[in-house]
């Protein structure tokens, strides 16, 4: 299996800052990947596919950048709404695979 | 708007068998997109099961192969998942979840507790 790795694993910042997480695969998963933000208590949302398209609907404060192992989420301007745990999630090979979640919560 | 809503069991005993299922409703299995179930232990990350594709194969995660089967029934445009032998790791949040692309879920079911207990 593919071992998705993300880091870290939980930050705390400011209103308006840029917020980024990293995520690394054991092996080459090209652009295969997935970001996935989640709020408590609900399902996942996908916000990012192919590592860098967002998905309809997602605010462009959101980013994704990467391929081969290694992977940058981004959100340019953290909002109070963001609060939340994000996944990366790799589907290039079976078993497809999550991170072990980021948890972003505001300073 | 695909919209997917999982029923089932919360309670199930060790030693049984788990079953859900999952309505799907705005567009039809049969037409195309992938179909899949993930799992969140309480507190935990998330697990993906197994999937398939409308007019394909099956497939499951190996660490469940034994244990688990997914089916659907396209009469009623729903697709379910069976998890025998369960033990209190089973204990979570079943999802259902589509999409376009094999293995990208844009598409969720709010999701099901299901605690294994006796």
């Known amino acids: 299996d593919i071992q998705m790795t993300q880091s870290p694993s939980s930050l705390s910042a400011s209103v308006g800052d840029r917020v980024t997480i990293t995520c690394q695969a054991s092996q080459d998963i090209s652009n295969y990947l997935n970001w996935y933000q989640q709020k408590p208590g609900k399902a996942p949302n996908l916000l990012i596919y192919d590592a860098s398209n967002l998905e309809t609907g997602v605010p462009s404060r959101f980013s994704g950048s990467g391929s081969g192992t290694d992977f940058t989420f981004t959100i340019s301007s953290l909002q109070p709404e963001d609060i939340a745990t994000y996944y990366c999630?790799?589907?290039?090979?079976?078993?497809?695979?999550f991170g072990p979640g980021t948890k972003v919560d505001i300073k | 708007q695909v919209q997917l809503q999982e029923s089932g069991p919360g309670l199930v005993k060790p030693s049984e068998t788990l079953s859900l299922t999952c309505a799907v409703s705005?567009?039809?299995?049969?037409?195309?997109?992938?179909w899949g179930w993930i799992r969140q232990p309480p507190g935990k990350g998330l697990e993906w099961i197994g999937s398939f594709y409308h007019s394909g194969s099956t497939y499951y995660n190996p660490s469940l192969k034994s244990r688990v089967t997914i089916s659907v029934d396209t009469s009623k445009n729903q697709f379910s998942v069976k998890l025998s032998s369960v033990t209190a790791a089973d204990t979570a949040v079943y999802y259902c979840a589509s999409g376009r692309l094999s293995g990208s879920y844009p598409y969720w079911g709010q999701g099901t507790l299901v605690t294994v207990s006796s």
């Open positions: 705005g567009y039809s299995i049969s037409s195309g997109y992938y």
């Open positions: 999630q790799q589907y290039d090979s079976l078993p497809f695979t």
